[in-house]
C-alpha cells in the first residue's frame, strides 16, 4: 500500500510541475508579446513550455492520453489559481465547481482501481 501512494504522490507532484511549467511559460510569451517585456520573457517562456513537454512523460504509470487528458483537469483548477494569485481574478462559484468536477475526474481517470 505504500508503495501505491507513492506512485500517487509522485504522480500528483509531476501533474503540478507541469502545470507550473506551462502556465508560466504561457504568461511569460503573454508579457513579452502583449506588455512589451523584453525577449529574455520570451525565451524563458520558450524554456518552460519545453520543459512542460517533458514533465507529463515522466509519471509513473499509465498511458499517454489517460495521463494527458487526466492532466487536463489539473490544468484548468491550476489556471483559475494563477488567475486568482497571479492576475487578481476571484474564481466564482461555477468555476470553483467545475474545477472540483474536473478534479473528481482526474482522480478517477488516473487513481481508480483497473
Known sequence: MRGRY?????????FLLAGLFEIGGGYLI?????EGKGLAYALA??????????VPTLQPEGHFGRIYA???GVFIVMSLLWGW???H?????????GGAIALLG???????PR
Request: charged share 10%.
Open 85 to 87: 494569485g497571479v492576475d
Open 70 to 72: 487526466a492532466y487536463g
Open 30 to 34: 503573454w508579457q513579452w508579446l502583449w
Open 45 to 54: 517562456g520558450a524554456l518552460l513550455l519545453i520543459l512542460y513537454g517533458i
Open 106 to 112: 482526474v482522480s478517477i481517470m488516473m487513481y481508480g
Open 89 to 97: 481574478i476571484s474564481p466564482d462559484r461555477c468555476d470553483i465547481l
Open 6 to 14: 507513492m506512485l500517487v504522490l509522485k504522480s500528483i507532484a509531476y
